[in-house]
């Protein structure tokens, strides 16, 4: 199983709004980030840089290094589920028969 890491920092950042009470709107106003790049951060479509995460995270009142322990704990989680067994397909081959 692949980690994508945006998606987790997505899902820390939401888990975290939802968890305040606070729309998206509000959020985007105090980080100073546009509602449609934080809507994409948080579905993890966009890749935030250090300095927007901070920015976003101080919106949140949510210590960067919080996140960061919440993403950790999201990936090692994701990190312990095992990967899907993938089992070749055997084809059969169907004989014609003269009637």
Known sequence: MVVV??????????????????????VSANASVSLGY???VERGE?????ELLASICAALDLPMSAMLKDLSARVEQAEAIPAPVVLPVRRETQSVRAA
Do not use: M
Not at 16 to 25: F, K, P
């Open 38 to 40: 934080l809507s994409e």
């Open 5 to 26: 890491l945006r998606r987790e920092v997505g899902d820390v950042l939401r888990t975290r709004r939802q968890h305040l009470g606070r729309t998206l709107r509000d």
């Open 46 to 50: 966009k890749e935030a840089s250090s």
